[in-house]
């Protein structure tokens, strides 16, 4: 006789302590700093912003930049006549990099299931670590401006740095099944948001010798962060002659421990969890196809999901820092020291819900609660006043229901939404899912960087 669901499910979070070894937690925090370290460059470039409009503008309309001599040289290298036409053209640049990585996260996804994700993911972190140099770093050095050389540069970086989420999450869902995948995920999500920290946290520190330095330390660090990854990282239990998951002797307690939530509570209880990534030789699975992916349920209705809402969460992450220097007059490595507060929130917000709808064992209900208390978060964020303890309480609230839901959609739902029951046999699907959810959100963040007034 079947156990009832409220029992089997007590086995099942007791399996995530009793089958966690020493390797999961290596690859739990290589995968979670591989991608902190891409985000912590990403966030250089919206921390660093008030420097580059300052470098990018003429001496003479600029009073935070030393007079430059001779006056006719710097006069005929400045990009812009004024702050606010460097200030559009850096609100360009976000659009740009935004819509190339949504583009890249659609291929990425595709080619993580068919290559080796240690590679992909490796290969993208130092040529993204390259780029960032010779954006910020090495045109600065040799005083070369240029429009559309950045353009392009930004987007080379959008279709690097699109190799690392899709590649992260799928080598997270092959060593981590469904028990407890909520609080796992909700904490291991946190990543992106210690990545900001920690971006921020580089630039305040180097920031008075030139935003250049910003750029060069957080891109050196991502560059040796790739080869740690190259070869220390293990994409699958496989690889160590572990278990694929699902595959031991608990028989239908195991099974249902690692079914998602988003498959069918009428399935065989005989039916046995796959492996997304590492498969028997003998009969590898072909991997899901593009158009199968989008076919999936609840993956498209979470995609345009995702995508309102990261609208919203990239525009803080884009432009916060840059708010509070111009809007309440502080210095800027104070606002990047004070942003912080905005991932603090949301690295908590998807812990605690990711652990809630573990014990509900539903996210949605979860999401729409949270999402109805971001809207009052906002309203009040706009309306704090210029005090820095407030200012920072109500942009750590406001993280919590905004970067939490953020993180459990991008993470949680999505390895959910590629292991599902109804891709069984062609199991090589999570990151694909990952790339249409990640890549949908971000076309979402890209209209809405084009959509926001820039001042």
Partial sequence: MALPGSLRRQPANRGLVSHCTHHHIVVFLLTFFSYSLLHASRKTFSNVKVSISSQWTPSCLNSTAPELRPYELWNSSHLFLNAEEATLFLGTLDTIFLFSYAVGLFVSGIVGDRLNLRWVLSFG?????????FFGTL????????KWFYCCLWVVNGLL?????????AVMGNWFGKAGRGFVFGLWSACASVGNI???????CVLKYGYEYAFLVTASVQFAGGVIVFFGLLTSPKEVGLPELGADEDGSVEEDANRPLMGND???????NYSIQATDTDSQPKAIGFFQACCLPG??????AYACLKLVNYSFFFWLPFYLSNNFGWKEAE????????????IIGGTIQGLISDVLQKRAPVLAISLLFAVGSLFGYSRSPNSKPINALIMAITGFFIGGPSNMISSAISADLGRQDVVKGSSEALATVTGIVDGTGSIGAAVGQVSLPKE
Avoid at 139 to 146: A, D, K, Q, V
């Fill in 139 to 146: 045109t600065e050095w040799l005083h070369f401006y240029n």
């Fill in 161 to 169: 740095q699109s190799t690392g989420w899709p590649c992260v999450v």
């Fill in 198 to 204: 920690l971006g921020a946290f580089l630039a305040s």
């Fill in 266 to 272: 009428d399935a065989d209880d005989d039916d046995r």
């Fill in 125 to 133: 972190m130092c040529s993204s670590a390259l780029v960032v140099f």
């Fill in 299 to 304: 993956v498209v209705l979470y995609s345009l």
């Fill in 335 to 346: 606002a990047d020291q004070l942003s912080i507060w905005y991932d603090v929130g949301g």
